[in-house]
């Protein structure tokens, strides 16, 4: 069992044996479950929050008589976590921020976390970005290149403070671009990145602070596109909104740059919430869209994404135009080990693929407190398959069915 002291240094305790979890259950470490800590995972003290021992399921609050805390992993992208970590809260423990906390042990002196692969696409390696200096000098001769356009002005922020990967990879000509467009959204998620309300939790990235002109999106699209072998360039980015309120804009953009090339995939990231205006971007020449979900099930949906002026009907309507019109379409599935592999949960998953066989599905990790989560939208324990379970299950079901990480480029259609 792995455990902080309350400045945040990593033990191994020398007699307890670490529990993971599994929606609000406990469960044994199995072997099988485990792999390495990834390469460019990060750690995380989970504040007043207890380690629970694998034997009893009991806390372990104390180590020699000084008070100790749970810690939690981070994974790197493309690893989908199988467990949470066990712990148990204090009374007065503040809600945990917006990261996808996985299990941690360790096995003899190294740090093992219950994940798998899920993508072997490396345009997230870490050792891919350790390379500060290229970047900058890239980003000097690129600001250079466009000096008006306020949208590379925007992936120069991200790039550089808020560390995202996909930015970086613009600036530095390779796989998928982000191409942040809007600044409202007509969800509330509880789990938004860029916008939280009365929640108490801090977001990760703030929204683009002014919305780029079709002019100046197409510029940054065919910047990219032009470069790059298979080339991505995505709407629907961490540090905006939501996308399809600007598509009309949006498809003025897409039309610009299909005017000059067909080369590159132009992808969408969306709430799916208006068929109509997705349509319009369909038809200007959008290539491929992934919609999000945290879950099949309406009411588990709605108390997530709290819709303002669109139901979750409209959703499965944009998903079903999109298949009709035979762009590549994914489903942007947000995993939480316990809820999403629960009985009732897989059951939904089934019916719904049955009716949208999407191209694929991308597990993401969900990155909340799962209390808050599993408390917030109500969800009642019940017996969950397994992670590892479930993707079998899914790829035995529908073998035609990718699962991943990352939003593929056209050629791999
Ligand atoms: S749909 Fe996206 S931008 Fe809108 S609230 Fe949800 S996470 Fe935030």
């Known amino acids: 069992m792995a455990f902080c002291d309350s400045d945040g240094a990593i033990y191994k305790h020398p007699a307890a044996i670490a529990a993971f979890r599994s929606g609000r259950r406990f469960v044994a470490v199995e072997q099988e479950e485990l792999l390495p800590l990834p390469d460019g995972s990060t750690l995380y003290v989970l504040p007043e929050r207890f380690p629970v021992e694998g034997r009893s399921f009991k806390p ?9 805390l749970a810690v939690a992993a981070f994974l790197s992208s493309g690893y989908l976590r199988t467990y949470l970590p066990a712990y148990v809260k204090n009374a007065n423990a503040p809600l945990l921020s917006l990261w996808a906390y996985c299990g941690l042990v360790f096995a003899g002196d190294d740090f093992y976390v219950p994940a798998m692969r899920i993508d072997s ?18 980003i000097k001769a690129i600001r250079k290149e466009y000096p008006g356009n306020s949208l590379v002005k925007q992936l120069i ?11 970086r990879n613009f600036f530095l000509s390779r796989y998928e671009a982000p191409v942040p467009t809007t600044r409202t959204c007509n969800a509330l998620c509880l789990g938004c990145f860029s916008f939280q309300k009365d929640s108490g939790i801090h977001v990760s990235q703030y929204r683009l602070a002014k919305e780029p002109s079709p002019e100046e999106i197409a510029q940054v699209m065919l910047h990219h596109i032009e470069r790059v072998d298979r080339a991505v360039v995505s709407f629907g980015q961490g540090c905006e909104g939501e996308p399809l309120m600007r598509a009309k804009d949006i498809a003025q953009a897409i039309k610009l740059v299909r005017k000059k090339t067909n080369r590159g995939t132009i992808h969408m990231n969306t709430n799916g919430s208006k068929p109509d205006a997705l349509t319009m971007c369909i038809d200007a ?10 879950s099949p099930t309406e009411e ?24 009709k019109a035979c762009i590549f379409v994914s489903l942007n599935l947000f995993f939480l080990p316990g809820f999403t592999d629960a009985e009732s949960e897989v059951k939904n998953l089934f019916s719904f693929l049955d009716r949208f066989p999407v191209d694929m599905i991308q597990t993401r990790n969900l990155n909340i407190d799962p209390d808050y989560y599993l408390d917030t939208i109500g969800f009642v324990d019940e017996p969950a398959l397994g992670i590892r379970n479930l993707l079998a299950t899914v790829q035995g079901r529908y073998p035609d069915m990718r699962l991943g990480y990352y939003n593929p480029p056209k050629e791999s259609f």
């Open 121 to 138: 696409d490396p345009r997230s390696d870490p050792a891919l970005h350790r390379n500060d200096g290229e970047l900058f000098k890239t």
């Open 157 to 167: 922020t991200c790039s550089t403070q808020y560390g995202c990967l996909c930015a």
């Open 300 to 323: 588990y949906y709605t108390r997530y994404y709290r819709p303002k002026n669109y139901y979750f009907n409209d959703v499965l309507q944009s998903i079903a135009l999109a298949c």
């Open 60 to 68: 372990v609050s104390n180590f020699n008589g000084n008070k100790i």
């Open 285 to 294: 020449g959008l290539d491929s869209v992934r919609v999000s979900l945290n």
